[in-house]
């Protein structure tokens, strides 16, 4: 079964304070993603990745950056946490080539700024 | 850009059927999906279709594709307690991303 794991369930930063979210998957996929998660949104593409140090920005890359060195690994980075920026965020990974394109998804982290 | 649309709430007596609906407005898209997120969990995979179906049946879940107009349903039949949940309609194209809709809460009553 695809495996895709989030460093924390839960995180409670300072407004202003730098933000890591990890993300790491244990099926070779080629594609990584970030989403947030908010109520009556549904969820947007924050970035994407679909190779080692590749990124292509989602549809709100606003007052984030993303981080991919390992193949398995995708960081989500907060430069400066604002409290707009509370929600849950979600790690995705796929597989390229021919195919459904589904993701699989980590657990999420809630994210809390005050 | 692409529009996936869900209807927010849905409440459905146990052992009845669930439909849930959710429209696209992108044509080319290339398979459609419905996920499903219990509370405190990330997404998990349903089921899926190609765009070039109109039904796929599995156990209790029945989706129904009418490209005409750009309609999506997933029946669940007999739905059970642990059927509540979030269940979000996405497509994809030609690249590997996902257009969400907003998600449809699904709660079972007894």
């Known amino acids: 079964d695809v495996k895709v794991t989030q460093s924390s369930r839960y995180l409670v930063k300072r407004t202003g304070e730098k933000v890591f979210l990890e993300c790491v998957q244990d099926m070779d996929h080629e594609n990584m993603f970030w989403y947030r998660q908010d109520p009556g949104l549904g969820l947007r593409l924050i970035y994407f990745?679909?190779?080692?140090?590749?990124?292509e920005k989602g549809d709100i890359p606003e007052g984030y950056s993303v981080s991919r060195e390992k193949k398995e690994r995708f960081s989500l980075i907060l430069e400066s946490a604002s409290t707009n920026q509370t929600s849950m965020y979600l790690c995705?990974?796929?597989?390229?080539?021919?195919?459904?394109?589904?993701?699989?998804f980590g657990p999420g982290t809630r994210l809390t700024v005050t | 850009g692409e529009d996936v649309e869900q209807s927010l709430f849905l409440s459905v007596r146990e052992g009845d059927s669930s439909v849930i609906n959710c429209t696209y407005t992108?044509?080319?898209?290339?398979?459609l999906y419905w996920y499903k997120q219990e509370p405190g969990a990330g997404l998990q995979l349903l089921t899926y279709i190609f765009s070039n179906m109109d039904m796929k049946q599995d156990q209790r879940l029945t989706v129904l594709l009418n490209k005409k107009d750009k309609h999506l349903s997933l029946r669940i039949a007999d739905t059970q307690t642990g059927d509540s949940a979030i269940y979000f309609c996405?497509?994809?194209?030609?690249?590997?991303?996902?257009?969400f809709g907003a998600g449809t809460t699904v709660t079972v009553r007894a």
């Open positions: 996405a497509e994809s194209f030609n690249d590997y991303k996902l257009s």
């Open positions: 992108d044509s080319s898209s290339t398979y």
């Open positions: 995705a990974s796929s597989a390229q080539g021919e195919g459904s394109y589904e993701q699989y």
């Open positions: 990745s679909y190779d080692v140090k590749m990124k």
